[in-house]
């Protein structure tokens, strides 16, 4: 029996603002762009629980949460802070796991399977889980807990705020199937829509569907949502090795969806590598894309080639396959990033091109 968990945090841009500025605790406090008295541009990063019972909410035009709550605590998006608490985060829940895979500036999952024998095992590990964290950086988490990754992003979406969920493998199904498709987890607003459109209102409609249709609809893709809405997910937390490696990343002036940009934003990456391997005699056999959202989810997909290559080109168009493979437009894309590894010494030999280059 597999035992996921996925653990994320609670309001977590505006709890970092409450941790370092306490006096704001039961104030309305809003994190993102400058409202400038109602006229700011730019959208809402995240709001405390105190703000979200005015109607405010992520993503949300900074100018409507003016409007919303004129009097709330409006503070700038202090990335760097936020990165140095997730990374305290990071660090205790690695503790508990037997694998781990971070999913965001404030989520990860873990698998326990080793380390909790049953259910109830878990629930306890959950909570020494939020205890640490809450003792050694103050900051609340929720914990969502079942069968699989799916499943335990579902949890704990369903556990927030402050909260702990556990669903077991013979209930996943009833849990999910009767929410809107939206939120099922790997459906993205523009795949709701079509899929509404197609006449899906529940996820229980589209476990009720067939594979076949929905691949007519999305491709490949389409068999995964059949697989979701039937809360099978047999995709492993990935162990993030630090693996000695080379990257660059790119974040937006502004977020986009624009694949054109990002092909060009990675080709432009891909010359630098070249120009950083190459300048240390290295080779690289793996590719890795990272795409950050402006929701800050984080999705890492590599690929492999069973050669020793170094060139921009070779690097361009394994990382631009993998951003068509998994980028559906779903969400704007805020940063981009490319990285080598999988390094070997070029011994001595170089390549015909490199002669006569
Ligand atoms: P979330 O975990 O989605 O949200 P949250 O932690 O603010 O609130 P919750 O208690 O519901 O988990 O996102 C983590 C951080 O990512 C969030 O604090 C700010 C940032 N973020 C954005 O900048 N824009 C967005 O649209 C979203 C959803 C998040
Ligand atoms: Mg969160
Ligand atoms: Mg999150």
Redesign the pocket.
């Known amino acids: 029996m597999r035992v996921i968990m996925l653990i994320?945090?609670?309001?977590?841009?505006?709890?970092c603002e409450e941790l370092r500025r306490p006096e704001l605790k039961n104030k309305p406090v809003v994190?993102?762009a400058d409202p400038k008295k109602g006229k700011g541009r730019g959208?809402?990063?995240?709001?405390n629980?105190v703000a979200r019972k005015y109607g405010i909410h992520?993503?949300m035009p900074i100018s409507m949460a003016y409007r919303l709550k004129p009097d709330a605590v409006f503070l700038p998006?202090d990335e760097d802070y936020?990165e140095q608490m997730s990374n305290k985060v990071m660090e205790i829940v690695k503790g508990f796991a037997d694998r781990f895979e971070q999913a965001?500036?404030?989520?990860a999952f873990i698998d326990v399977s080793q380390r909790a024998k049953d259910y109830s095992e878990a629930l306890e590990l959950a909570k020494r889980i939020k205890q640490e964290i809450a003792e050694k950086t103050g900051l609340p988490c929720?914990i969502g807990i079942g069968p699989n990754k799916l499943i335990a992003k579902m949890a704990c979406?369903a556990a927030?705020?402050n909260g702990i969920k556990l669903v077991k493998e013979e209930e996943a199904k009833e849990f999910i199937q009767n929410m809107p498709i939206e939120k099922l987890y790997g459906v993205g607003k523009k795949t709701a829509e079509k899929l509404k459109q197609a006449g899906f209102a529940t996820v229980k409609d589209v476990a009720n569907s067939s594979p076949m249709k929905l691949m007519d609809m999305f491709g490949s893709y389409g068999a995964e949502i059949y697989k979701y809405a039937n809360a099978i997910d047999d995709s492993e937390v990935e162990e993030s090795y630090e693996v000695k490696s080379i990257g660059r990343e790119t974040t937006f002036e502004k977020d986009t969806e624009d694949t054109e940009k990002m092909e060009k934003a990675i080709e432009k990456m891909a010359q630098e590598i070249e120009a950083e391997i190459k300048s240390q005699g290295l080779a690289f056999s793996t590719v890795t894309l990272k795409l950050r959202f402006?929701?800050?989810?984080e999705h890492l997909k590599s690929t492999s080639i069973n050669y020793a290559a170094s060139s921009s080109e070779e690097i361009a168009k394994l990382a631009k396959q993998l951003l068509h493979e998994y980028y559906h437009g779903d969400e704007l894309v805020r940063k981009v990033g490319v990285r080598v590894s999988g390094l070997k010494k070029f011994k001595g030999q170089k390549r015909l091109s490199e002669f006569i280059g």
Not at 294 to 297: G, K, L, R, S
């Open positions: 994320d945090m609670d309001y977590f841009f505006a709890a994190v993102g959208v809402v990063s995240t709001c629980y992520s993503g998006v936020y965001s500036i404030d989520e929720s979406e927030k705020p402006a929701n800050f989810d």
